[in-house]
């Protein structure tokens, strides 16, 4: 372990140029514009394996962003690991909202400020410098395969049949993601669950056009307050979701489940000042870490219609729309959600407007077994470079590649993460500390030894 560390001292500024260089490409895949810089980001980590004298790099495209696949097999001997990530990020916006632009990488206070940071350049790239120093120690204990897709924010479309298309070449003994979170960088822990997801977008429409608002209104229905109603009325007074059916298949956690969730560490006080609220509110009847991690939610994401530019203008809108997002937790299908959530909202309308509704992207839940190999060996090298066992936590987070992999390639994953909550991943100011960006290096490296170490007991 001690020459791991050696390796990572004389090389922490290279380590974080190459970072910083990454970090630099809009690789934004909502966005059709940045389709080029999408691409561009899959070449330049094409070019990273060349570097690192990988076996096989290969960009694969698909209907969508491509895809990067590299390996490196040694022996039939050793366990191999396929490592997931991804190499698009988020939209930055709001931009005015950020202290640095968002494609130009700042340090300020030992933390690395960039759309991707966290989420999920900087983790991904963890796992290539991970590979650096072992392969420089003169030491690969596994096999090691990588699958890097370009479309997980805009909900992984191509990557199932890719995996259904190249199960022989994605066979492997355990897969390893770095896209979830630690308690602290003094509380390590690794994510045995996470929540899936039903992304739904709603159009009310009006009248057939824009209307001045003195001279019709009060007369004809206005899609906007026709909408606001509809999405009031999703929530009961006790923050429970009204659509019929919603709660059929919840799990609900025993006693001794919540208790020993509740035994995480967790300051209510610090968690409002860190968000600047007064207040948390959710479910009756939960905690907060319960609300966020193991109770269904329901949200919207964004909403709009109208006139919404500087100045006034007296307009009842004929339009009105939405973006809704609904986590769920096991056993919930993101397919029968979407379609629960379609017949209940239509039904909410008046007979005034007309609403249509469109599923954008599903995701399933998942919860990883604590005693597999993989998460074994993961927990002793979190024990061998934090100096502490690793908690078991669930995250309110959505991952649905996990589910999806464990369908198809029957693999269980090992979700070992090194961001925290207040990294602003999906916001402006998105960051990742350059501790977590090392220790995350020198964790990955050491999982690999302990991984062998597993396989041959």
């Not at 979700?415 to 090392?438: C, K, R, T, V």
Request: charge should be negative; hydrophobic fraction near 35%.
């Amino acid at each position: 372990m001690e020459e791991i560390r050696q390796y990572l001292v004389q090389h922490k500024d290279r380590f974080l140029q190459e970072l910083f260089e990454f970090l630099r490409i809009p690789s934004i895949s909502a966005d059709s514009r940045y389709k080029a810089d999408v691409t561009r980001a899959a070449e330049w980590l094409i070019q990273r394996f060349e570097e690192l004298g990988i076996d096989r790099a290969t960009l694969y495209p698909t209907p969508g962003h491509p895809i990067v696949y590299a390996e490196r097999i040694l022996s039939p001997d050793k366990p191999t690991v396929l490592i997931y990530g991804h190499y698009d990020v988020q939209p930055p916006d709001p931009l005015d909202l950020w202290k640095s632009p968002p494609f130009e990488p700042e340090v300020r206070d030992g933390k690395i400020y960039a759309r991707g940071a966290c989420d999920d350049k900087g983790q991904l790239y963890m796992h290539l410098k991970a590979m650096e120093v072992l392969h420089q120690l003169g030491e690969w204990p596994c096999n090691v395969k990588f699958v890097i897709e370009g479309e997980e924010e805009v909900g992984s479309n191509n990557l199932e049949d890719f995996t259904r298309a190249h199960k022989d070449m994605l066979s492997a003994d355990v897969i390893l993601v770095s896209d979830t979170s630690m308690i602290a960088n003094d509380t390590p822990s690794i994510t045995v669950g996470l929540r899936g997801l039903a992304y739904m977008e709603v159009a009310v429409t009006g009248p057939n056009r824009d209307l001045h608002s003195g001279v019709y209104g009060g007369a004809v229905e206005n899609p906007i307050n026709a909408l606001c109603e509809m999405i009031a009325s999703l929530k009961d007074e006790n923050n429970r979701i009204t659509i019929p059916g919603f709660y059929e298949d919840v799990v609900e956690l025993s006693e001794a489940e919540r208790a020993a969730m509740a035994r995480q560490p967790f300051n209510e006080s610090e968690y409002r000042k860190e968000l600047g609220i007064p207040c948390t509110r959710g479910e009756m009847g939960y905690s907060t870490l319960e609300r966020a991690s193991i109770r269904p939610t329901l949200d919207v994401n964004g909403i709009w219609g109208g006139y919404t530019g500087e100045g006034a203008k007296t307009v009842l809108p004929a339009k009105a729309f939405a973006k809704i997002s609904m986590r769920l937790v096991p056993n919930q299908r993101s397919e029968k959600i979407a379609a629960l959530f379609t017949e209940h909202f239509k039904k909410l309308a008046s007979p005034c407007v007309k609403v249509e509704v469109t599923t954008h992207h599903g995701g399933e839940p998942a919860v990883v077994s604590t005693d597999s190999p993989g998460y074994r060996a993961a927990a002793k090298a979190m024990q061998d470079t934090f100096g502490k066992e690793p908690i078991p936590t669930r995250e309110g987070g959505s991952i649905p590649i996990v589910a999806m992999f464990k369908e198809v390639l029957g693999l269980e994953t090992v979700l070992m993460g090194f961001g925290l909550n207040s990294d602003a991943i999906h916001s402006p100011n998105e960051h990742f500390g350059i501790f977590n960006y090392l220790k995350g290096i020198e964790t990955i490296a050491r999982f690999h030894q302990r991984m062998a170490g597993e396989a041959r007991q």
